[in-house]
Structure formats: structure tokens, C-alpha cells
């Protein structure tokens, strides 16, 4: 089963500078650049997530990239998201996840997260939240604004967002059950139980 596999998303809420397609194969012609994620990927071409970006400044050559697959399970995401910064793409392999800047495609974050198991926009707080097993990270227009601490020992879901504050469930394994946390977007810092209510 490769990346392209199951459907693929693709969420360009945020405004953004670049086209992008999701090939169903590498082209057998190879277009001049081609840049491979990570670079120190063994066999990343195996199952890999093959995007050709078109970068709309007009003197910017358009290139390949392939992200190496991170997971062959449903539940781990792939397809592609602009991002608060418009001349970057988010690009999610089997729930592994490249922040690209497509002005200097050499130039790119991979999330440590293996696997992200969501990623949501946030347009008006301008951040792209990548959610893992444990815990929340935001990314902002430059870069990673915050990471929350540890909010669940194995699967974090997201209830919804009033009021400048993000409210979920994470399962806590010494009671076998889901407890509710409450995190302020502007920082990621979590919020009193007395707050969350």
C-alpha cells in the first residue's frame, strides 16, 4: 500500500503561493529539481508521497519532492495543507509530516511526531496544529509557536475551540480513562481544571 493508497487530503485553508499535485508515481522522467525528504532516508522511495510544486514566483523552477512514508494505516494522515506561511506546504506522508519552503526546497521541517494523527488549521489564530499519540504542536508564520505538554498517555482527541481556547480528551492509563484538558492557544500552556470546566 503506498501514500497514495487511501485518499489523500488536501486543506488549502490558509492563502499560499504554490500549486501542487500529488502524482500517482514518479515520473519516469525526472524534472531537473528533485529534492528527497528526509534527505538521509533509506529506500525513501518505497510507498513515498510524490508532489510536483509549482512555486508562483515567476522565475522559480517547479520540482519534485518525495516524503518518505511514514505509516501504511488509515489512521495516519497523507495529502498536502498550505500553512500560516504562504510560500511553505505542509506535506503528510503516513502521518509523517514536512513543512517545505517552496522558495528554497533544500530548506524544510520534518515534525517529530511519528505519526501525526491529525493535522487541523487554525486560520484565525494563524496556526496549523499537528496533534500525536501524547501531545499538540503549533506552527505558526514563523515556524513552531508551541508545543503543549503531555496530554494523554496513548491518543489525544479534540472536542472543539471558543474563545481562544482549544478543549480535548486525553487517555490516562492508571485510570483507564479519557480526562479532559484545556490548553490556551497563544501559548499552549494548559489551563486549570477549574478553567476547563
Known sequence: MTA?????????????????????????????RHFVYPQTAEEAERGALEV?????????????????LGFCDPAAPTGLWSTPKPEEICAVAGGYAYLIDTTSPELF?????????????????????????????AWGRSG?????????????????????????????MKTDREKPFAIDLRNGKRLSAARSE
Open 4 to 32: 497514495a493508497a487511501h485518499k489523500p487530503i488536501v486543506d488549502l485553508s490558509f492563502p499560499h503561493r504554490w500549486k501542487a499535485e500529488i502524482l500517482a508515481a514518479r515520473p519516469l522522467i525526472l524534472p531537473p
Open 52 to 68: 510536483l510544486i509549482r512555486p508562483d514566483a515567476s522565475d522559480a523552477q517547479p520540482f519534485l519532492a518525495t516524503c518518505a
Open 109 to 137: 521541517t520534518m515534525i517529530p511526531y511519528r505519526p501525526i494523527l491529525e493535522i487541523r488549521p487554525l486560520i484565525h489564530d494563524g496556526l496549523l496544529l499537528f496533534v500525536g499519540h501524547h501531545s499538540i504542536l
Open 144 to 172: 513552531k509557536a508551541w508545543e503543549s505538554a503531555k496530554l494523554s498517555d496513548e491518543g489525544v482527541t479534540i472536542a472543539g475551540m471558543d474563545g481562544g481556547v482549544l478543549r480535548g480528551t486525553g487517555w490516562e
